[in-house]
C-alpha cells in the first residue's frame, strides 16, 4: 500500500501555502493523493488549486476539529 504524503500548514505563512501545496501536487502521480491541513477552511487555496489545474482533481475538504480543516487532493 502506497503512503499519502501529508502536509501541516499550519505554521507556514500564508502567502507561501499555495507554492508548497503546488510543489507537492507536480510530484503526485495518477491516482495518488496529497492531504494538507490547515488551521481555516481553505476555499481560497483550494479554489486557487482548481484554478490553476483544471484536469484531472478530486478535492475533499473536511473540518476534523476547531481549527482543524484537512483537505485530500487526488489526481486522476
Not at 36 to 65: D, H, K
Request: no cysteine.
Amino acid at each position: 500500500m502506497i503512503e499519502s504524503p501529508e502536509i501541516d500548514l499550519r505554521g507556514t505563512p500564508v502567502w507561501d501555502r499555495p507554492a508548497v501545496v503546488e510543489e507537492a501536487l507536480n510530484r503526485l502521480p495518477t491516482g495518488s493523493s496529497l492531504t494538507f491541513i490547515t488551521e481555516n477552511e481553505p476555499r481560497g487555496l483550494s479554489s486557487g488549486i482548481i484554478g490553476l489545474r483544471t484536469n484531472g482533481f478530486l478535492i475533499e475538504t473536511r473540518r476534523v476539529a476547531r481549527r482543524v480543516w484537512r483537505v485530500m487532493l487526488t489526481r486522476q
